[in-house]
């Protein structure tokens, strides 16, 4: 057993240490390796969200683990699974009309925040009997992806450093009714990946041979969890209190990512690399001393 874990442990450590833009086609590749963890690593290892159409309602959906069957994946839309699969989980009666207002209410949410990309709200009993009581145990997931492709390099106006990306995020949740409140337990993983081109030009160069092209991809996830409690008044107060708990978090995920992320990967390319040339980083060295030996003598 413990010969297991720790093979299932250097799986994943390997994982973190591979680029996070290819990691569908890493965990493919080590699920052929050892298939006796491929279950482990495809229920434990977050991927790009899949983007799939329910042809019936004419609505786009993402697909993952949460509601998979085999190859197919249940549409929040029609409740069928795509293509259609036989036995596949689907949530209580009760629980479906929650998953439909949330899916509504969070397909406003991606519209405000995000100004297109495709989200799906998915829900499950955590009971065996969900009839039965007043008071529910239910789990669920929210996903958002949207994605920045590159426009076409035959356009004219299109630049020639035009990013593209994709933002994924998902947010795993636990909910407990309790009388006139619910506890809710939170998940959520962030995966970004941002790649831009780059244009260089020496200075004091000559104009066609200095010219150079590049790209920089940053990418990774970031996970964080939270605890909170709301109260309830009835099973519509789900409703806000999940958007208020997802609502929050995706901003501290997106402040952190602003502030620290990117801003210190700005500091280490800024020390690596200097945007002006070597003479006029040098000129302005020697102004910088001239000033402080000026200042000097004043003293």
């Given amino acids: 057993m413990a010969e297991a874990d720790l093979t299932f442990d250097s799986l994943l450590d390997l994982l973190r240490r591979l680029p996070p833009t290819r990691v569908e086609e890493n965990v493919n ?14 229920g434990n290892v977050d991927q790009p969200l899949k ?22 994946f249940r549409s929040p839309w029609s409740n069928e699974y795509i293509p259609s699969s036989n036995g596949g989980p689907t949530p209580s009666s009760k629980l479906r009309q929650l ?3 949330l899916n509504s209410a969070f397909d406003t949410y991606r519209e405000m925040y ?12 955590l009971e065996d009997d969900p009839g039965q009581g007043k008071e529910i145990s239910f789990a669920g997931v929210v996903l958002l992806k949207k994605v920045l492709s590159t426009p076409s390099s035959s356009s004219p106006d299109t630049p020639e450093t035009s990013p593209s990306g994709s933002w994924d995020s998902l947010h795993v949740f636990e909910c407990q009714e309790r009388g006139r409140s619910a506890k809710y337990k939170l998940t959520s993983t962030v995966m970004l990946v941002l790649e831009t081109k780059t244009l260089a030009k020496a200075e004091g160069k000559n104009q066609d041979t200095s010219r ?5 991809t940053l990418s990774g996830s970031m996970t964080r969890q939270a605890e909170v409690d709301y109260p309830l ?13 997802v609502e929050d978090m995706e901003i501290k995920m997106r402040n952190l990512l602003s502030s ?9 390319i800024n020390e690596l690399r200097s945007q002006s040339g070597l003479e006029i980083k040098s000129r302005e060295e ?8 000026k200042l000097g003598a004043r003293k």
């Fill in 212 to 216: 150079g092209k590049g790209s920089v």
């Fill in 29 to 42: 590749t080590l699920c052929d390796l050892a298939p006796e963890y491929a279950d482990d690593l495809l």
């Fill in 233 to 245: 008044t009835n099973s519509a107060g789900h409703i806000p209190n999940i958007g208020r708990m």
């Fill in 51 to 72: 983007v799939l159409t329910d042809s019936e309602k004419g609505r786009d959906f993402l697909g993952c683990d949460y509601n998979r069957d085999g190859d197919s």
């Fill in 114 to 125: 995000f100004e297109g990309g495709v989200s799906s709200v998915y829900l499950w009993d």
């Fill in 286 to 293: 020697m102004l910088r001393a001239e000033l402080a030996g």
């Fill in 99 to 101: 998953e439909i207002s």
């Fill in 260 to 268: 620290v992320y990117f801003g210190k990967t700005k500091d280490v």
